[in-house]
């Protein structure tokens, strides 16, 4: 998860953090009225980025800000359950501690300080700080996942009384609800996943995973078919992993090369159209090699797919990987071209560091490091599997990678 401040003209308003594509979550009395041109979001990293729009709720006390570009790094999301641990991991100044407790209650009415009867989560706090200024806006997570957004501290009930050890949080779910995000809430008792800075699936490729998202908002079924223009299937496999944020449960499939050789189109529609049983129960995604294939015969794929399925209650989604002769057909979506750039592994590297609390100057040594084990053109598959091993370091070998990374600032300097 990437937390962050909101600022405006130099002034630290108050915390938020990324909560979903292009999209920062926040308290609204974080940012009142202000217009999004006098906003930005600065990751812990220190990456600033520009707001673009914001959607306030004062009845529930939140707000979300689009940012100018994809962080690509979403948190798992989930429920709160009754005496649950809780963590907040964002602090205002350098110095302050982080917030941790417990769930005290998951249902509680109130009315907030605009007036407003809210559902919110109850959280008693360990750390007796007698003031929370400067957290509002920040994420309330159980075992990493999302659980709320920390909005309100209650004040001891005496006169001038300071802030009693209880704040009160909105449910996320209420946030996803409220806002029409479209990404899925778990259910608390699910194993959660590894944080998403350390899963390849959640690294960049931000042109083609917006289209995917605005091409399902737009859809007017579950039924979608991509054009990836690639030669790595790596790039399809972690397309399918990272929408399991957005649909929940994906079945995806064996992946079909439909050429003359190898699948005509009759078997690759009789392929496809056997998960029948599958989509009742989860999304489905078929990956199909169309390199080289007649243009006529990915659309009567795409169409006969299409046709069989009919209106699917869950999503069914045709990635489409090569370029057909005579390019994409119309009815199926064709997304950006990938590729990786220099700052890319940058921010991944700083966010990785944040979270680790490695010192901040290990960035970019490390930064450094993979480009030049990668190549300056960054090569898709070869920067996956660079990032791949940088990942089972950081997880298995933290201390080994750290004094590697020291080791190299210490040679640059």
């Not at 990751?43 to 940012?67: H, K, S, W």
């Not at 995604?285 to 046709?307: F, K, M, Q, Y």
């Amino acid at each position: 998860m990437i937390d962050g401040r909101i600022v405006a003209g130099g002034r630290d308003l108050g915390s938020g953090f990324v909560l979903t594509d292009r999209i920062v979550a926040t308290a609204a009395h974080v940012v009142r009225d202000r217009p999004a041109g006098d906003l930005e979001f600065v990751t812990a990293a220190g990456v600033r980025l520009p707001v673009e729009a914001v959607q306030a709720e004062p009845t529930l006390d939140v707000a979300t800000l689009r940012v100018a570009e994809s962080l690509a790094i979403v948190p798992a999301l989930t429920h709160a359950v009754l005496r649950a641990d809780w963590r907040v991991t964002a602090r205002p100044r350098g110095h302050d501690a982080q917030l941790t407790g417990t769930v005290t209650a998951t249902d509680h009415l109130i009315v907030n300080q605009g007036g407003d009867e809210m559902t919110v989560l109850q959280l008693h706090v360990a750390e007796a700080l007698h003031d929370y200024r400067g957290y509002s806006g920040s994420a309330v997570t159980v075992d990493g996942a999302v659980v709320g957004v920390l909005v309100e501290q209650v004040r001891e009930r005496v006169e001038g009384g300071r802030a009693a050890n209880v704040l009160y949080a909105v449910p996320v779910a209420h946030i996803v609800r409220r806002f029409r995000l479209g990404v899925a809430v778990g259910r608390s008792d699910r194993a959660l996943p590894v944080h998403q800075l350390l899963d390849t699936a959640y690294f960049d490729l931000d042109l083609l995973k917006t289209e995917i998202l605005e091409a399902m908002a737009a859809a007017g079924g579950r039924f979608l078919a991509f054009g990836v223009d690639a030669g790595e299937q790596a790039v399809v496999e972690n397309l399918c992993a990272w929408l399991r944020q957005y649909v929940g449960e994906i079945a995806r499939q064996h992946w079909l090369d439909l050429s003359a050789e190898l699948h005509s189109v009759d078997t690759a529609v009789r392929a496809v159209t056997r998960y029948t049983g599958v989509l009742r129960a989860r999304n489905v995604i078929c990956p199909v090699s169309v390199r080289g294939t007649p243009a006529a015969d990915v659309a009567e794929l795409t169409r006969r797919v299409r046709e069989a399925y009919g209106q699917p209650k869950r999503w069914c989604m045709l990635f489409l990987l090569g370029v057909p002769d005579g390019g994409f057909p119309d009815g199926v979506t064709a997304l950006p071209r990938p590729r990786f750039a220099h700052r890319d592994v940058e921010r991944w590297a700083a966010h990785v560091t944040v979270y680790k609390r490695w010192p901040r100057p290990l960035a970019a040594a490390w930064t450094s490091d993979i480009v030049a084990r990668i190549g300056e053109d960054l090569d898709v598959r070869y920067t996956y599997e660079e990032l791949a091993e940088c990942i089972d370091r950081v997880r298995f070998q933290p201390d080994e990678l750290r004094g590697y990374l020291e080791d190299l600032e210490d040679q640059e300097a």
